[in-house]
T-cell receptor, first 114, second 114 residues
């Protein structure tokens, strides 16, 4: 069964600094990978997804992620953090084997300080 | 127009009561989901319906009963509520069942069982 591991339950950065949120996946078949963002008291919103086309995926709000099969990673980055990026970020994986569910990581809270 | 809507937004009730949460999507999708997010923000799928047919039924107590009267609606009824049912419940939808498809989430229903 597929799974994802998010390293670091909390990540703190200063405004303007690089954001790096880590996600490693485990899957015996080619995965589809997603990053979702959850702002306080709201639902989840898709940031970006990898669907086996380009390995570098660009998403909304200046975020991007690179699929690295050799490292089984799909880390999320943003060159310059903004205060409005403070939120909970979830990595998720799904595969095409039968009808598989979307499996979420435990989430990483991004804190942005002025 | 809200794409995926849930009612109520907040639900406070006593142990042993029965309650329902409603979900509607106006995206024309044929697949809908219920997720539970616990106090540690962990998200896990409970049920999924495709064209009103149940396709995913995770290990959920049978006190939880989903109902899909049509493709645009997926309701969740909970009998004999317990303290451990306190959580945020999210409804989501996707165009079809494909693994690469984006799931669109509602704003959540915050259930507190006293």
């Amino acid at each position: 069964a597929q799974s994802v591991t998010q390293l670091g339950s909390h990540v703190s950065v200063s405004e303007g600094a690089l954001v790096l949120l880590r996600c490693n996946y485990s899957s015996s078949v080619p995965p589809y990978l997603f990053w979702y963002v959850q702002y306080p008291n709201q639902g989840l919103q898709l940031l970006l997804k990898y669907t086996s086309a380009a390995t570098l995926v660009k998403g909304i709000n200046g975020f991007e992620a690179e699929f690295k099969k050799s490292e089984t990673s799909f880390h999320l980055t943003k060159p310059s953090a903004h205060m409005s990026d403070a939120a909970e970020y979830f990595c998720a994986v799904r595969t095409n084997t039968g009808f598989q569910k979307l499996v979420f990581g435990t989430g990483t809270r991004l804190l942005v300080s002025p | 127009d809200t794409a995926v809507s849930q009612t109520p937004k907040y639900l406070v009730t006593q142990m042993g009561n029965d309650k329902s949460i409603k979900c509607e999507q106006n995206l024309g999708h044929d697949t809908m989901y219920w997720y539970k997010q616990d106090s540690k923000k962990f998200l896990k799928i409970m049920f999924s319906y495709n064209n009103k047919e149940l396709i995913i039924n995770e290990t959920v107590p049978n006190r939880f009963s989903p109902k899909s009267p049509d493709k645009a609606h997926l309701n969740l009824h909970i009998n004999s509520l317990e303290l451990g049912d306190s959580a945020v419940y999210f409804c989501a939808s996707s165009l079809h069942t494909g693994a690469q498809e984006t799931q669109y989430f509602g704003p959540g229903t915050r259930l507190l069982v006293l």
